[in-house]
């Protein structure tokens, strides 16, 4: 009995003993999970995604504005409070030859491209120079920037300065197309964190060494980054490069009609052409800042805030932070070449120029003017507004003074009269004050008119011969530099992708001589006389030139050209001798005016039988085919060819 209790009661305790270990093993695998879990969460990795939105840029560009390149990185280890977090440097690379980035210090390749860490607002924003030692401390575990100071819901106890922008730099001779940031300090966020962000912005390519964009082929600008320690900021190897550009046209010219104007008739602001300019897109035309307005210029405003598209020629623009950087130095500019202008010619265009887009009201300030259907490019007017409702500033442009590639400080001209330089040269450059950015219909016509004093006999102005004058349009300035350069040259620029056009020439005056009959059939001859009497006691400007005998009839020989028949003098010559056997009419096309014209038909050796008569004078230009005496359309009082100008004396109709 003794025996069998003892038995139950060792029974019992191993029992109680197995259940006790049971327990402990369950304890045991709870606390080896949940240690498990936390070690999990609090050494999540540390990763980099990378984004961008690409920008439009211009393929005529040698400086163009790209989208922001912005990393998204999440998890890892934060650095423990008031430890100096470990650096890296980031290098980035355009498929672009050459990065074109202003250079603001020559001695160190610093540039104007920064790199903003956790989108800084204006009042937070600290600079660290190319050069400098520029720690940041960590926080620990926290849901605070320790690239913030304390302010809103970010508490940062570490002693300033809190830095939170780095100043990019050139890579050197051997990468070009490169911008390094050194000694970037990287601090993740963990898990409490968020998402930290690294923003490079202000970076600017020469858009234009990648080509003439191909209708149904998109051009693009790339950009990647590499980092020297891969384990400090990781990137993800996919994402670690991004479109940041597509490249389009942005300008598209067409020149107007060419006109021809007479030497003999004195020209003011006769309309000679004109040339109109046109987005390639929608905001191919920029204004230089958010501040410039068509009454303020030359505004300054900054443009600092991160993840902003501002849409002018300036990006992000901080003069307190970093002067210069990212501020450009005109808006988007036109220049229009003129070339083989004749000598003693005079150019006018507008001062300005707007587009209005809303009709003629007397109630909505900035319509179209009384008359003019929109939308409408309206020469010497102000600026004008979209519709009412919205106020939004439609494409406004001023004339400005300028070097020869149109580079300079904006300063508007009060006067269109342009005179061409001894080659025949000149140039006009108009700034963009104005512009809708949501319009890619936005355009400007130039018109161009001339003006010249007639003085033919000292070859005033001077006739065309060969080449007329010719104009063509660009953006401005225009350069020849696609490398980072230095505060001396211009930001934005471009290359001159002009094509001249034809705009005008000068012609002789002339008459137009009729000999109605003229023979040398049957024993008969004509004498011709054609007399220059531009020669004559009422200082009538001299005048000389040839003649050219057209015939038609039997026995027609091709054209004659007379020896030059200078003023007081008479050319005179048979049909035996410049068209044997020809019989019908004879049309005379002399380079001067006051021609007149005497036939004398006889017999062969003038025995017997003689006649003579003047030459009929034809109008010049030769009047239209139509029966009535000259079309509607012929009449311009703005001195250019009409119908019966320049013959000088003429024949009542």
Request: proline content about 8%.
């Amino acid at each position: 009995m003794l025996e069998n209790f003892d038995r139950f009661n060792h029974a019992l305790y191993k029992e109680k003993e197995m259940a006790d270990f049971r327990r402990c093993i369950l304890v045991l695998v709870a606390l080896a999970l949940l240690l498990g879990t936390a070690g999990t969460v609090s050494a999540q990795t540390f990763s980099c995604q990378s984004t961008a939105t690409p920008l439009q840029v211009r393929y005529e560009g040698l400086a163009e504005l790209l989208g922001d390149f912005v990393l998204n990185c999440t998890g890892g280890t934060p650095t423990d409070p008031g430890a100096p977090a470990q650096k890296v440097n980031i290098q980035l690379f355009l498929n672009t030859p050459t990065v074109t980035s202003r250079v603001l210090n020559t001695a160190t390749g610093a540039t104007e491209a920064l790199l903003l860490v956790d989108e800084p607002l204006p009042g937070e924003q600290v600079l660290c120079a190319v050069g400098a030692n520029c720690p940041v401390l960590g926080l620990g575990s926290t849901t605070s920037s320790p690239y913030k100071p304390t302010g809103g819901t970010n508490t940062n106890t570490n002693p300033g300065p809190i830095y939170n922008v780095w100043q990019g730099q050139l890579a050197g001779a051997g990468s070009p197309n490169s911008l390094v940031f050194n000694g970037i300090p990287i601090i993740a966020p963990g898990t409490q964190g968020g998402t930290r962000t690294f923003r490079i912005t202000n970076v600017r390519a020469p858009a234009n060494a990648l080509g003439v964009p191909v209708a149904g082929i998109t051009t693009t600008v790339s950009e990647s980054l590499a980092t020297s320690n891969g384990s400090i900021l990781p990137i993800s190897s996919n994402t670690a490069q991004q479109v940041v550009g597509v490249v389009l046209k942005g300008l598209l010219v067409t020149n107007g009609s060419t006109t021809i104007f007479q030497q003999c008739f004195s020209v003011t602001n006769g309309t000679s052409g004109s040339v109109t300019l046109q987005k390639g897109f929608a905001a191919a035309f920029k204004i230089r800042n958010t501040a410039t307005t068509a009454i303020a210029p030359n505004g300054d405003g900054d443009q600092d805030l991160p993840n902003t598209v501002y849409t002018t020629e300036s990006g992000f623009y901080n003069k307190t932070l970093l002067a210069n950087a990212g501020n450009a130095t005109q808006g988007t500019r036109f220049r229009i070449v003129f070339t083989n202008v004749n000598k003693g010619v005079t150019l006018s265009v507008p001062t300005s120029i707007g587009y209005c887009t809303v009709a003629f009201s007397s109630t909505t300030p900035g319509s179209c003017p009384s008359g003019v259907t929109p939308p409408a490019s309206v020469p010497n007017a102000g600026p004008f507004i979209g519709p009412a409702t919205s106020l939004t500033p439609t494409l406004y442009v001023h004339l400005t003074s300028t070097d020869s590639n149109g580079g300079g400080a904006y300063s508007a001209l009060t006067s269109g009269a342009i005179t061409p330089d001894s080659s025949g040269t000149a140039t006009a450059v108009y700034e963009v004050l104005q512009a809708d950015i949501g319009n890619p219909n936005e355009q400007l016509t130039v018109p161009v008119t001339i003006s010249f004093v007639s003085n033919p006999g000292s070859n005033i102005p001077a006739i065309t011969v060969g080449t007329p004058s010719q104009l063509g349009a660009s953006f401005a300035p225009i350069s020849n530099i696609s490398t980072p350069s230095d505060l001396t040259v211009p930001i934005p620029r471009f290359r001159d992708t002009s094509s001249a056009g034809n705009h005008f020439s000068i012609a002789k005056c002339a008459t137009h001589l009729l000999f109605p009959f003229v023979t040398n059939q049957a024993g008969f001859d004509t004498g011709m006389a054609i007399s220059n009497t531009s020669a004559d006691p009422y200082t009538t400007s001299t005048q000389e030139g040839t003649c050219t005998l057209n015939f038609f009839g039997a026995n027609a020989p091709a054209a004659v050209t007379t020896p030059n028949v200078a003023a007081g003098t008479t050319y005179t010559t048979t049909a035996l001798l410049v068209a044997p056997n020809f019989q019908g009419y004879v049309i005379a096309d002399c380079e001067f005016q006051y021609g007149h014209g005497f036939a004398f038909v006889t017999r062969v050796g003038a025995v017997d039988v003689a006649m003579g008569y003047l030459a009929l004078i034809i109008p010049d230009p030769p009047r239209s085919p139509n029966p009535v005496s000259c079309p509607p359309s012929a009449s311009d009082a703005s001195g250019s060819i009409s119908c019966g100008q320049g013959s000088g004396e003429q024949l009542g109709e």
